[in-house]
């Protein structure tokens, strides 16, 4: 008796899922270097001393922000409580207060678009936040493994604190990326060296 066989297009679909199971590239040796390291994402990256980082769910994978001084937040756990008046609210200890500056990382499947594109959109999704960013500065650039990039440096005038952001922007044949520099211009300079080190470790694969 013959045996039935497969249509082809089931054999396809399995080809593909396995194609798609072992598709992942390898983590390259200097990404093993890095404070943080994604192979799922396919990504790594240095943290910057006195910062501290967290994984996110959805496309904005990773966020790396200026860590309290463990003095201030030492002081605010031991403040009697005969320090407040009664009925008073107790002020937010220094690792509650809103963050002044931070470092994100995004992933999006590339789906064909090109860099110029992947910056255009990029810029377009924080204008969503901030209507008033401008684009002030916009170059090519190169992730610290030579692959190719953009860099942005965006600045929100208005506000009560203007507010700058920069951008690196690196794609591989899957996904595109976005490193997203962000802070108050006023403390801009007392970070810059923390956003350096995120931008030049900062590699994909």
């Known amino acids: 008796m013959r045996k039935a066989s497969r249509p082809r297009g089931v054999w396809v679909l399995f080809a593909a899922m396995a194609l798609a199971a072992g598709c992942e590239a390898p983590v390259p040796p200097e990404a093993r270097t890095r404070d943080v390291v994604r192979p799922h994402l396919g990504f790594a990256v240095n943290v910057p001393e006195g910062w501290n980082f967290r994984d996110l769910d959805g496309d904005v994978a990773l966020e ?39 470092v994100h990382v995004a992933v999006i499947d590339r789906a064909g ?28 650039g ?9 860099v942005l440096v965006l600045r929100n005038p208005r ?23 962000t802070a108050p211009e006023p403390e801009g300079p007392a970070v ?14």
């Open 64 to 102: 790396i922000y200026p860590q309290p001084p463990a003095s201030a937040a030492g002081e605010a756990a031991a403040r009697p409580a005969a320090e407040t008046p009664a009925g008073a609210p107790e002020p937010a200890p220094p690792h509650a207060r809103p963050l002044l500056a931070a």
């Open 159 to 181: 506000g009560l604190s203007p507010t700058v952001q920069r951008m690196l922007l690196a794609m591989t044949g899957r996904r595109a990326y976005a490193v997203l520099a």
């Open 113 to 140: 678009i090109g860099l110029d594109a992947w910056a255009d959109q990029a810029v377009g999704e924080s204008r969503e936040l901030q209507p008033d960013l401008e684009v002030v500065k916009r170059e090519p």
């Open 192 to 205: 810059e060296a923390a956003f350096k080190k995120c931008f030049d470790s900062f590699i994909v694969w």
């Open 142 to 150: 190169r992730l610290a493994d030579g692959r190719e990039a953009l």
